[in-house]
Nanobody, 121 residues
């Protein structure tokens, strides 16, 4: 079992930035970020394959950047130009092998406990 630990959440004003980190206890294939806002379903945010290929939800393209350091089994989410609608609990996810459906939570084997991001207007 791989454990994931997120960090970096907090309270920020609209237009500000935060960087989330997720450290895995072992090697993973793909790593991704999902978020869940109050009253909404969990949604895909971004993912990065071990190779470095990245994918983004349309809602965050141009504002968020996902990256990973394979040597440290860590993935990052740099969030810029934050909007109130970005407010959510952000969850890190990782898979043991690549299924090909990186934007679905069913593709991931391991999940972190989440870190809260609040963007005030």
């Amino acid at each position: 079992q791989v454990q994931l630990v997120e960090s970096g959440g907090g309270l920020v004003q609209a237009g500000g930035s935060l960087r989330l980190s997720c450290a895995a206890s072992g090697r993973t294939s793909s790593m991704g970020w999902f978020r869940q806002a109050p009253g909404k379903e969990r949604e895909f945010v971004a993912a990065a394959r071990w190779s470095g290929s990245t994918y983004y939800a349309d809602s965050v393209k141009g504002r968020f950047t996902i990256s990973r350091d394979n040597a440290k089994n860590t993935v990052y989410l740099q969030m810029n130009s934050l909007k109130p609608e970005d407010t959510a609990v952000y969850y890190c996810a990782a898979d043991a092998y690549y299924r090909g459906n990186y934007d679905s939570d069913s593709a991931y084997d391991y999940w972190g406990q989440g870190t809260q991001v609040i963007v005030s207007s």
